[in-house]
């Protein structure tokens, strides 16, 4: 059974940092490109991030996303964050590059999603 689970979200105030993880079972990650995406209430989910299996990057503004195949796991790294960056945050696995790296249909496996909510 395939499982993503992300973590490392949380409350923060503008102008703060977080890294979000996301771990992944059931799966050999070194074989799938990852994505990160995030929807915000009443707002429809938008990718942010990108990374292929080799580590190439597809990103949005202030977002780095990384990748530890040892550890099964992706990060994406948010810095100078903003009250709009307040969203649930969802990673997702899928085995090839798809139409395009901001596409959000084609994803096989998506994880249950983290929460940051930023404060002004």
């Known amino acids: 059974q395939v499982q993503l689970v992300e973590s490392g979200g949380g409350s923060v105030q503008a102008g703060g940092s977080l890294r979000l993880s996301c771990v992944a079972s059931?799966?050999?990650?070194?074989?799938?490109?990852m994505g990160w995406f995030r929807q915000a209430p009443g707002k429809d989910r938008e990718a942010v991030a990108q990374?292929?299996?080799i580590g190439l990057t597809t990103v949005k503004g202030r977002f780095t996303v990384s990748r530890d195949n040892a550890k099964d796991t992706v990060y994406l790294q948010i810095d100078g964050l903003k009250p709009e960056d307040t969203a649930m945050y969802y990673c997702?696995?899928?085995?090839?590059?798809?139409?395009?790296?901001?596409?959000?249909?084609?994803?096989?496996?998506w994880g249950q999603g983290t929460q940051v909510t930023v404060s002004s």
């Open positions: 990374i292929s299996p």
């Open positions: 997702a696995a899928r085995m090839g590059p798809g139409r395009s790296a901001f596409a959000i249909d084609g994803w096989q496996y």
């Open positions: 059931g799966i050999r990650l070194e074989d799938f490109y």
